[in-house]
């Protein structure tokens, strides 16, 4: 009977017990990204205003039960170089293009260097040792009048870092 009650305390223990902030070893935990793209859509050069676009960045962990796994989300420049100006490509001719962390479109999403930031969150474990997704926005903005647009499909590839601890 005693060790009976020692088990219900000790689970008991586990369900009402603070996450614990802990070094996510490979052994402990693991986080996975996906993502969906952001898609401008049919672009007219003589609009006056912008043209935006979200897609996401979605993000799921598993490891140790109770676990608090602390994150952040950078994602690269593309093929500009620049947080300050990326850049859309067709061959040779491009259009202008920024990624945003909120719908204002205030702060640029890159890896916290050039003026952009990068997006933190945290998930806890659960008894199993999962977390629900989280799913961060990424807000997409093409500046209108670019008149020297020209016909045809612009894209530009983004890498997204995971960084957990």
Known sequence: MTRLLLLACLLLSLLYAPPARALCLPVACSCTTSTTNVAFGSYNP???GNTDSAGSVRV??????GLLIPFNIAISTGSSGSF???TLKNG???LAYNLYTGASYA???GDGTGGSQTVAGSVTLDLLGLSP?????VYGRL?????TAAPGSYADTINVTLTYY
């Not at 997704?133 to 926005?137: D, G």
Request: glycine content about 14%; overall charge positive.
């Open 46 to 48: 003589f609009a006056f």
């Open 60 to 65: 799921s962990c598993g490891g140790v039960a």
């Open 84 to 86: 300050a100006g990326r």
């Open 92 to 94: 040779s001719r491009t």
């Open 107 to 109: 702060t640029v999403w």
């Open 133 to 137: 997704a989280q799913t961060f926005t």
């Open 143 to 147: 500046p209108g009048r670019q008149l």
